[in-house]
């Protein structure tokens, strides 16, 4: 019986993978999932890039890094991206379509099928995890009545695709070989869908120098898709208590007519504004405005790099991003429900607060979530895993089958 390692069966090891895939679901924009896995790609520049479906506009091509990404057979469909969410049912047949059989390395970027991809049995397979299936797993009832998919027999096939997406949901996470998450909101999310651990890595926040423009001590500002879930309308309604305040709401959707037409005249629109005269606004404002329950949180995050001070709903990533009035260095004020009545009144305690929040600890505070803080934590775990990984491979050993004795012949 002769051992024989898999290093002997595969070369001489190596201290770096040799070939890297990441994977990521679509690429329509440049958001918050796309810029983690432009750090990524940025981390790893050999690496080839793999998504269903790329539809990138030109002017956010550059995060690609020159790479020309493979798609599936999705990026033929028609009608994409606006019919997006009627080829969910075909995602999972379609990331498994992707042949990774020849790398070492698989970092797939996933919110909801990438990390489902088939690897080889000889490669690490990490999964940064922007959030299991929301609207397959705890956002099934929001999502159904938000699409007016909760009755008759549209609701009951809904139903039906999500029980389906949900098996193969849990079904595939048994592929990954280990877990980062983007708060502890969605690691725990992670936890009762899959049953796995994750590492907390924040995604990367691309920061910018304060603008030290006096604030206006009346307007407060928002930044935010105007879509349900975003709960804009729970600000709206606030300031309609407050008519000696004023809302600015930066940011378009689908809800954004209903919204203007039920709006009281302190509350303006500026629809979608440049960058500049968005963080102008942002930093001019007393305090930015957030009543969403997100997996992270970016905006909130941003606002408090230029300064801002943010009154935030104490769930899901905000609640781990920002410093409530019982933290060392304060950056903002928290509320515990989403009503109208809870939003005026953690204003209030935030005017009383005064200057106890500080310009200068809500810059510190937006730092520790920076691009360079990213790439550092993220390289390590990566790196670590893969010191693991790698060891295990090369101490492990393959037999040859032993040979039976030879029979004997009886005269």
Request: net charge neutral.
């Given at each position: 019986m002769i051992p024989m390692t898999r290093r002997a069966l595969h070369g001489p090891p190596t201290d770096a993978p040799r070939r890297v895939a990441v994977v990521h679901e679509w690429l329509l924009e440049r958001a918050g999932s796309e810029r983690v896995t432009e750090a990524i790609l940025q981390r790893y520049p050999?690496?080839?890039?793999?998504?269903?479906?790329?539809r990138l506009p030109e002017a956010d091509r550059h995060m690609l890094g020159g790479r020309t990404p493979r798609t599936?057979?999705?990026?033929?469909?028609?009608?994409?991206?606006?019919?997006l969410k009627y080829a969910v049912p075909l995602m999972p047949l379609a990331i498994e379509q992707f042949?990774?059989?020849a790398f070492d390395l698989v970092i797939s970027s996933s919110h909801t099928v990438a990390k489902g991809v088939i690897v080889s049995p000889d490669a690490l397979h990490l999964c940064y995890c922007h959030s299991p299936m929301r609207y397959a797993w705890d956002l099934q009832p929001t999502y159904l009545r938000t699409e007016r998919l909760d009755r008759g027999l549209k609701g009951l096939a809904a139903r039906v695709m999500l029980h389906?997406?949900?098996?193969?949901?849990?079904?595939s996470a048994a592929g990954v070989d280990a877990f980062a998450a983007n708060s502890a909101f969605v690691a725990r999310r992670i936890l009762k869908a899959y049953r796995r651990e994750a590492e907390v890595i924040a995604p990367p926040v691309d920061l910018q120098p304060a603008l030290g423009l006096l604030r206006d001590p009346k307007t407060y500002v928002t930044v935010s898709r105007l879509i349900n879930y975003k709960r804009v309308d729970l600000l709206v309604e606030a300031f309609r208590l407050m008519p000696d305040r004023r809302l600015v709401v930066i940011?378009?959707?689908?809800?954004?007519?209903r919204l203007r037409e039920g709006a009281p005249p302190n509350v303006r629109f500026d629809g979608h504004l440049p960058l500049d005269a968005m963080r102008e606004t942002v930093a001019g404002a007393r305090a930015f405005l957030f009543a969403a329950i997100e997996?992270?949180?970016?905006?909130?995050?941003e606002a408090m790099g230029l300064g801002t001070p943010v009154i935030a709903l104490r769930r899901g990533g905000a609640a781990e991003t920002v410093g409530g009035l019982d933290d060392a260095a304060p950056t903002g004020v928290f509320f515990d429900e989403q009503t109208p009545q809870a939003i005026v009144e953690a204003i209030g305690r935030f005017e009383q607060a005064g200057a106890r929040i500080d310009a200068a600890a809500c810059v510190a505070r937006a730092r520790r979530f920076s691009r360079e803080a990213f790439d550092r934590r993220f390289g390590d775990w990566v790196d670590g895993?893969?010191?693991?990984?790698?060891?295990?491979l090369d101490a492990e050993?393959?037999?040859r089958p032993r040979q039976a004795p030879p029979r004997t012949m009886r005269a």
């Open positions: 050999q690496a080839e890039l793999f998504t269903l479906i790329d599936s057979f999705l990026q033929r469909l028609p009608g994409l991206p606006g019919t042949d990774l059989s389906r997406m949900r098996l193969w949901d849990h079904r940011g378009t959707g689908p809800d954004e007519r997996d992270f949180g970016i905006s909130p995050v895993h893969w010191a693991r990984w790698r060891g295990g050993t393959v037999q």
